[in-house]
Each structure stands twice: as structure tokens, then as C-alpha cells.
């Protein structure tokens, strides 16, 4: 429940705590006083739109804080949440755990939101809040009249056995249809595949043709540059073995040279022993250019070119430059590509029997939803007659005794137009004045009537699902004397279960509050400001008493009042 609720400079409230307690609260105050600005505070914690007109004329920022009081059933399911959000729990020892929820709006139009400290986005604090806070304005009596708002109130009376029945039905959904969209999708694609396939076993046969090996590109093209300049080659190492050793006239030759050294060296050895050393040396010189020769002359021969050798590299170069060109720059790519290709080839080959196999899924997938969506269809039935029962109950009370309720449970026999809420639509349906015609909730009914209804099924529904708060604002409206006591008296039995809290203009709905606070505006030195007070004893007689004649200090007005606050305690 809502423990305290602190307003900071919004709209015309400068400065505001309100320490809402258990059971039914009430805010009263004339009109025009700033009630509307309580009620758009706690809104703008369930994630409403904010705007800098809602910040007071002066001001920079406004702030509304509130602390919640949350019990442990409430912080086992939503713990992880709010961990991950980085929000932290005022943990207590003999109360419920507080939860702080903030909203910050400025005057050019940010808006900031904390959970628990922490700063999250706008959204965090919904998915929180919506758990805590129920708000039944206008609005909601609009959508009261939505047939699928109408479906959510009755699988509500279902309690946590419908939650979950709903749930197994969309998981049965969700697979009937993941099989569905995967036959109808191999059918659509089996032509396509079929192609993609062709061309993927064309492209792979292709490189398995050539079987390119890793570098092989890089030394094929090394070798043809060699043989294209054979001749060239052949001609430089004949120029370079003829002064080696194949002149046949002129200066001596480089061998024979290093020859006629090596004698001169060996000769003068004979005549001084540490010459010795050179001539081996220059033996050594001369023994390697020797096999330098004769090496060269290999080469020479090995240049001789097999046209036809030369003609196979060319053709294979080109054939590995052509897989290049189709399935990547490297011969690693192409490998890679190949890789590929073996790995979606069997997933494209879509036979018969591979549809046959899903049809046969999909035949089991929907005999288990439809078995869900019968067991939703029978479990609605039976809560809508129990749900129908409860709320003319309460309608009797709250001056429509002769109303009848029917809510008409409507199912479709074809699974393939389910909705994820089913196979059902329903509608809402009521005989006002117990003998008509039956009309939907939505076309036939005033806005008095539809409050009452409003209030009339959450009471019916107050033991199921609950949110710990709920807040009423205009669920007076239309309605007084008899009716409005009756009212006042469903709120005050809605609050033996939830925090309630209603924003009114009745007495007879004010005199039932366990906690009664006033909304009072007033103008100092040209500043409008309004100030909410908690009343009692007093106090709250004389606010009742304003209520009832207009005058709080009316002597009768005042009996009145202490009649009604008797008998709302009675």
C-alpha cells in the first residue's frame, strides 16, 4: 500500500505530504482546489505523461515521492526485478518492506523516475507500479466498455488457477504456430532452396574440380615468369660461363686464371712454407667456382621449357584466377566457401517427408491447444455466470436492485482466428431494469451507472488478483442520497482487503473513511497554493458538515454530519 505520499511544486501545490493509511482514505475539498493535482501525482508514478505545465509557476522542478509498503509474498515474485533494475528494499522487522518510487519533471520538460534509488528509465517503474497501483478514473470507465478490457476483468475471477491456464494455452499457441509458420515456409521456400541448392553443389563440384592448394596460385605464377624469360636467362648465363670458363680466344678465363694463381701460389710454397695457408685458400676459390660452372649449366638445361608443361600452368593459373573471381580473393576463401556450401546443402534439400513429418507436429501441437482452449472456454463459462451473480449482488445494494447481468461468453470454432487470450470474445451485458432486453454494458448504461458497475465488479473481484491499492476518482459521479451511501459503504468493504483511495464530493461516501484528508486552496500575497490536512474529530465533522450544506459551522448541517459518521461506523 501507498505509506506516504510527498508532492514538491506541482501545479498549485508548492508543498504536500499525505501519510495515506490502511482501508479507505478519502480526499475531499471544494472544487477547484488542487484534487485532480493529488490524483495526477500518483499517475505520474504509474508512468503517465508529464509535461513542464505541470510544474508550479516559479519553479525549476516538481517531485512527487512514495513510499510503498510491500509484503514478502509481493517481494519473492518481483525481487529479481528490482535487482536488476539496481532498486533497494527498506527492509523491516515487523512491518512490510518499504519500496521508495519517485518522478521528476522540470520546467523545460525532462523527466527523470527512481526506483528504490536508483535511477531508471520511465518504463522501469510501470512494469513496477502497475503491481501496486490500480487507478479507476473516466478513462478506465471508458475501457470498461472495451470487450477485451471486459475479458481481462473476467479471467481476473479465475484467480492464479486461470493465470496459469491462460498461460499453458499461448505456450501451446505459440508452438502450434512456430510449427505452422516453419511447414508453410519450407513449402514457400522449396523452390528457391531447390536453386540455391543447384547452385551451391555447382559452385562446390566446381572447386572440387580444381582442388586449389593453399599458396599454390603464388608459385605458379612464379614459376611461369621464369619460363616466359628462358631465352632471357639462357643468354645471361652463357655470357656468364664463358667468362668462367668456355672462351675460346682472348684473356684466360676466370677459372684459368684462378689456376694460373694457384700454381704461381703452390710454387712459392715449395719456397717459403707459411705461403702454404694461401694456396690452399685459392684451391679452395677455385674448386667452388668449378661447381658454380657446372651448376649454371644444369640451369641452363633445366630452361629448356616443355611447351605443353607451360601451356597446363598457364591453363591451371587461369582456372584458380577464375575461382577467384567467383567465390572470394584467396584460395583460403574459396576453401571457406566450400566449407559453407557442404554445410547448407543438406539443410536446403527439403523432402516430403520432412513436410509430412510437420504436418503430423502440427496435427498433435493443435489437438493440445484446442484441448487448452476448450478447458479456457468451460472455466470462463463457469465464471461468468459466478461473476454475473456477484456483481447484480452488489448492484442490488448500490440502487440497482432489478439490474441483471449476463456476460455472454462467445467462442470461435476455427483455431486458426484465435487470439492469444483464446478462443472467446466476451461481452459484458446488462438488463437495468431487470425485465428488458439484454444490452451490451457499453451502449446502455448512463455514467452514473457505469461507476457503480465499475465499483460493483471490483468489489466482486477484490479477493482475486488484487493490486494492494486502489484508487477511485469521479466514481461518485452522478449518483447521491441513498446510492451514495451505498457506495460509501462498498468502498469501506473493498478496504477490509486492499488500500483504497477515492478522491469525492459526497459526504455519504466521506463519512466511511478511516483516514479523511482535505484539499483546501488559498491565495497569499497573489500566490495560489493549495495544502492537503488530515482531519479529525472536529475537524472532520466540520468538512463533512461543508459538504453537506455548504456551511462548515451550520449547527444542523453539523448533525447531520455526526448522524452520518455514526451510522458510517456502525
Known amino acids: 500500500m501507498i505509506e506516504e505520499l510527498q508532492i514538491t511544486n506541482l501545479g498549485i501545490i508548492a508543498s504536500a505530504c499525505i501519510p495515506f493509511g490502511p482501508g479507505l482514505n478519502v480526499l475531499t475539498g471544494e472544487t477547484g482546489a488542487g484534487k485532480t493535482m493529488v490524483l495526477n501525482s500518483v499517475q505520474l ?90 487507478v479507476h478514473g473516466q478513462a478506465e470507465q471508458i475501457r470498461l466498455r472495451d470487450p ?33 509458420k516453419k511447414r508453410n515456409s519450407l513449402i514457400s521456400d522449396r523452390g528457391e532452396n531447390t536453386l540455391k541448392a543447384q547452385l551451391l553443389s555447382a559452385g562446390a563440384a566446381e572447386i572440387q574440380q580444381v582442388s586449389p592448394e593453399l599458396g599454390e596460385d603464388t608459385q605458379l605464377q612464379t614459376t611461369l615468369n621464369v619460363l616466359r624469360s628462358a631465352e632471357a636467362i639462357r643468354s645471361l648465363i652463357q655470357s656468364a660461363r664463358e667468362t668462367l670458363t668456355e672462351r675460346d680466344s682472348g684473356p684466360l678465363t676466370v677459372i684459368g686464371q684462378l689456376a694460373a694463381v694457384a700454381k704461381d701460389v703452390d710454387l712459392a710454397a715449395e719456397l717459403d712454407p707459411s705461403i702454404k695457408a694461401y694456396g690452399e685458400r685459392i684451391n679452395s676459390v ?27 600452368m598457364e591453363q591451371r593459373l587461369a582456372s584458380i584466377k577464375a575461382l577467384m573471381k567467383k567465390y572470394g580473393p584467396s584460395i583460403s576463401d574459396i576453401h571457406e566457401w566450400s566449407r559453407k556450401a557442404q554445410e547448407q546443402l543438406p539443410l536446403l534439400q527439403i523432402s516430403d517427408q520432412d513436410i509430412a513429418q510437420l504436418e503430423i507436429e502440427i496435427d498433435v501441437a493443435q489437438q493440445e491447444l484446442v484441448r487448452l482452449g476448450n478447458l479456457l472456454t468451460t472455466a470462463r463459462r463457469k465464471s461468468a455466470a459466478e461473476l454475473g451473480q456477484k456483481i447484480e449482488q452488489e448492484l442490488r445494494q448500490l440502487a ?9 461468453v462467445k467462442t470461435q470454432s476455427d483455431p486458426t482466428k484465435w487470439s492469444r487470450s ?30 457503480r458497475l465499475m465499483l460493483a465488479i471490483e468489489v466482486a473481484l477484490s479477493s482475486e488478483h488484487a ?8 466514481v461518485d459521479a452522478g449518483i447521491g442520497g441513498e446510492v451514495a451511501v451505498e457506495v460509501g459503504r462498498r468502498l469501506a468493504r473493498l478496504a477490509e482487503r486492499v488500500q483504497v483511495i477515492v478522491v469525492t464530493h459526497l459526504p455519504q461516501v466521506a463519512a466511511f473513511a478511516q483516514t479523511h484528508f482535505v484539499v483546501q486552496k488559498s ?3 497573489g500566490e495560489v497554493n493549495t495544502t492537503v490536512t488530515e482531519v479529525k474529530g472536529d475537524d472532520r465533522t466540520r468538512e463533512i458538515t461543508r459538504m453537506l450544506s455548504g456551511l462548515p459551522h451550520s449547527t444542523s448541517g453539523a448533525a447531520h454530519a455526526e448522524e452520518l459518521l455514526a451510522m458510517a461506523r456502525g
Not at 509481493?74 to 529479481?80: G, K
Not at 440497482?400 to 455472454?408: C, F, G, L, V
Request: glycine residues 10%; proline residues 3%.
Open 400 to 408: 440497482m436492485p432489478r439490474a441483471s447481468i449476463s456476460i455472454e
Open 523 to 525: 491565495t497569499i500575497s
Open 45 to 134: 508514478l504509474t508512468g503517465a505523461r508529464g509535461s513542464a505545465q505541470f510544474v508550479k509557476s516559479g519553479a525549476i522542478r516538481c517531485e512527487v515521492v512514495s513510499t510503498f509498503g510491500v509484503d514478502t509474498d509481493w517481494v519473492t515474485e518481483f525481487r529479481s526485478d528490482l535487482t536488476d533494475k539496481g532498486a533497494i528494499l527498506d527492509e523491516r522487522e515487523s512491518s512490510p518492506d518499504g519500496l521508495i518510487i519517485s518522478r521528476e519533471l522540470t520546467n523545460q520538460g525532462r523527466s527523470k523516475a527512481f526506483l528504490g534509488g536508483k535511477y531508471v528509465p520511465v518504463g522501469a517503474i510501470v512494469d513496477i507500479t502497475k503491481s501496486l497501483i490500480a
Open 467 to 474: 493490486v494492494p491499492t486502489m484508487i477511485f476518482d469521479e
Open 148 to 180: 477485451q478490457e471486459q475479458l481481462v476483468l473476467l479471467d481476473r475471477a479465475g484467480g492464479h488457477e486461470r493465470v496459469s491456464e491462460v498461460h499453458k494455452f499461448q505456450v501451446a499457441r505459440r508452438n502450434w504456430r512456430a510449427l505452422v
Open 422 to 451: 483464446g478462443a472467446d470474445s466476451i461481452e459484458f451485458m446488462i438488463a437495468a431494469d431487470g425485465g428488458g432486453q439484454f444490452r451490451p454494458m457499453g451502449i446502455s448504461v448512463s455514467g452514473g451507472e457505469l461507476s
Open 286 to 312: 677455385l674448386s667452388e667456382v668449378i661447381d658454380i660452372d657446372a651448376e649454371l649449366a644444369d640451369q641452363a638445361r633445366a630452361l629448356d621449357a616443355d611447351p605443353v608443361r607451360l601451356e597446363a
